[in-house]
Structure formats: C-alpha cells, structure tokens
C-alpha cells in the first residue's frame, strides 16, 4: 500500500519560514521523481517544485529563490523549506510521487500565510 504522508504546514506571518515534509512508503522510492504541488481556493493544482531520482531540481517561477526541494533517500522522504512567504503561497499543499504512468498523491497539508 502506498503511501505518502505529509506534515509541517501551519500558519505563518508574510516573510516567515516553514519546512514541509513528506514520508513515504510502499514505493521504490529511489527511482521516483518526487513533487510538490499545491492548490488555493478557487485555482487549479500547480507543481511548486520537483526533484528527480537523479537529484535534479525544478522550480515554478513564483517560488524560485525562496523555496528549496530536497530528497533523503535513506529516509524515503523530501521536503520543501519554504523561506520569504508571501500571502499568495497559502494553499494545499501536496506531495506527489510520479515514475511513468505511475502517479500517487498524499493528503495534503495546509499551509496559510497572513498577519
């Protein structure tokens, strides 16, 4: 059974800092590229940033210098440090793990930023 759980979202002041993570199990996790992906209110889901089983990284234009993507793949888990948070970050955020065809979700953890 695979799953993908993640933690670390919460409420957070504008310019503030949080780290999300996600573990996963059930899954060859070494050879997945791992994802986040988020959804606000309202908007469709979009991909905030991904790191292939290779190490490589991508970055959606908004989140670029502020957010950083990292595996562990001793743990079988990737996170998102997410630094210099603005309002428009609050979402859903979640954790997706993609091989081919074979793509699976987590349930996802809120992450709000306001004063």
């Known amino acids: 059974q695979v799953q993908l759980v993640e933690s670390g979202g919460g409420l957070v002041q504008p310019g503030g800092s949080l780290r999300l993570s996600c573990a996963a199990s059930?899954?060859?996790?070494?050879?997945?590229?791992m994802g986040w992906y988020r959804q606000a209110p309202g908007k469709q889901r979009e991909l905030v940033a991904v790191?292939?089983?290779?190490?490589?990284?991508n970055y959606a234009d908004s989140v670029k210098g502020r957010f950083t993507v990292s595996r562990d793949n001793a743990k079988n888990a990737v996170y998102l440090q997410m630094s210099s948070l603005k309002p428009e970050d609050t979402a859903v955020y979640y954790c997706?793990?993609?091989?081919?065809?074979?793509?699976?979700w987590g349930q996802g953890t809120q992450v709000t930023v306001s004063s």
């Open positions: 997706n793990a993609n091989l081919d065809l074979k793509i699976y």
């Open positions: 059930g899954i060859g996790f070494t050879v997945y590229s």
């Open positions: 790191v292939t089983r290779g190490g490589n990284v």
